[in-house]
């Protein structure tokens, strides 16, 4: 059975999620994009030993608190391998934007389409949901996904940030989200959750 904790960090109400087994202290830390402090405290409060950072995308606001964790934990950081530049470079994770830089350590490893990620008795997979971002992934498991910016509730991520590509992201959901079972969990990286059966047969988007 998957344990799931969300945390909604500043400064843009972004998803952080710490998963773990109900049966293993072993968990992960996916998309820590804000506020370390506070996510650190979550961890500590939920009793989990992390074994992995894992990063979505490398947007600003799904990395800032990499570094924080990292510290802490010293686990390894896993992102797919076309984002990884993104995570040492304000102008390219866009927080330079926003006035905030934001450089995050360097991936130790990659998540590659296809494959997984095990801690404890769990297994997440790798989905491959670029469009958003050059090399977006979502983490499928145990009756749910973490979507990252591909998939919301009731809409999709943007696709005018540079790298984006509408055709690719619809495409991409269609193929690698929309065909999970109905009743999996969607836990998106902004906003409220949502099953994969709702939003295909309601998201203006995709219907």
Known sequence: ????RKIVVA?????CYVV???????GVIIDPGGEGEKIIEQIERLGVAPKY??????????????GAVKSRYDVPLLIH???????????LNMSAVYGIPVVSPAADGFLEEGGSVKFGSLCL??????GHSPGGVALYGHGVVFTGDALFMGSIGR???????????????????????????????????????????HNPFLV
């Open 1 to 4: 059975m998957i344990e799931v």
């Open 11 to 15: 400064p843009l109400q972004s998803n």
């Open 159 to 201: 696709y005018d940030l540079p790298g984006g590509d509408e055709d690719l992201l619809i495409s991409k959901i269609r193929e690698n989200l929309l065909t999970l079972p109905e009743e999996t969990i969607v836990y998106p990286g902004h906003g409220g959750d949502t099953t994969i059966g709702i939003e295909k047969r």
């Open 20 to 26: 773990r087994g109900e049966d293993s202290e072993e």
């Open 125 to 130: 997979k790798v989905l491959y949901t670029p």
């Open 81 to 91: 391998r076309d984002e990884a530049a993104l995570l040492t470079d304000p102008q």
């Open 53 to 66: 950072i894992l990063n979505t995308h490398g947007h600003g606001d799904h990395i800032a608190a990499n």
